[in-house]
């Protein structure tokens, strides 16, 4: 009877690894002495596979974007990240990680990914941990906009205006460096804004003009972008 663990065996038996296989066809005797008889070419290594696409690697993490939202903490399966309270970052423990990619999807600033990285062993795992990777690669996210590649960035309109003085408002400005508010003769009431603010700084009723408490606004901009009427935008 074929169940779904024998398909998966039979998928496991005809695809290629995505590991790299033992560095020689049977496994020797002595692999420090076929390690040296390597360096001397007399015996053959594979090659190491490449590393396939989607692949969830050590984490990486742009610290200087990062908002200090905690939501990357709220859901955590691992309890993997800890909160700086002093400076407002987090940093993640990779000796915790089960690389399930939930906070890199949830990031409003996309300041956390996955990349490409698997060998970080070491003999002390709990320092294993990332702080600081610098600024996301653009191709961390291949064929993600410009806009939005590392982190959601405001373009400047042609001309003198800012994004803060253009009219509609609605866009997202760096995050971080800006707080947002709503004008009350666009707002509907909707809702939409206060649901999706991660420090729930948004107040209001249904179909009621909503308000945003400007000292708990980090500027992540989640309420602009969801915002059906655009009524929302940078100060």
């Given amino acids: 009877m074929i169940n ?8 496991q038996w005809s695809e290629d690894p995505a590991t790299n296989p033992f560095p020689v ?7 420090t002495e076929a390690l040296k008889a390597a360096a001397e070419g007399k015996l053959e290594l594979n090659d190491p596979v490449q590393v396939p696409e989607g692949f969830r690697g050590r984490i990486g993490y742009d610290k200087k974007t990062c908002i200090g939202c905690r939501l990357c903490i709220k859901v955590c399966p691992a309890h993997a990240i800890d909160y700086l309270e002093e400076e407002k970052k987090v940093l993640f423990h990779m000796d915790r990680c089960c690389f399930c990619a939930q906070c890199t999807e949830i990031c409003p600033v996309h300041c956390i990914w996955m990349t490409d990285e698997f060998a970080f062993a070491s003999y002390e795992r709990k320092k294993e941990v990332v702080t600081d990777s610098g600024k996301r690669p653009s191709d961390e996210k291949p064929g993600e906009p410009e806009e939005t590649k590392g982190v959601k960035e405001q373009k400047e309109p042609k001309g003198a205006e800012s994004a803060a003085e253009t009219e509609g408002g609605g866009g997202t400005a760096d995050a971080g460096t800006a707080t947002y508010h709503i004008d009350p003769d666009k707002c509907i009431g909707c809702t939409q804004c206060s649901r999706v603010c991660p420090v729930q700084a948004i107040s209001g009723a249904p179909r009621e003009k909503h308000v945003i408490d400007e000292e708990k606004c980090i500027g992540c901009a989640a309420c602009a972008e969801v915002c059906p009427v655009k009524a929302i935008s940078p100060r």
């Fill in 25 to 31: 066809a049977h496994m020797p005797d002595s692999l």
């Fill in 4 to 11: 779904r663990m024998m398909i998966q065996l039979f998928r």
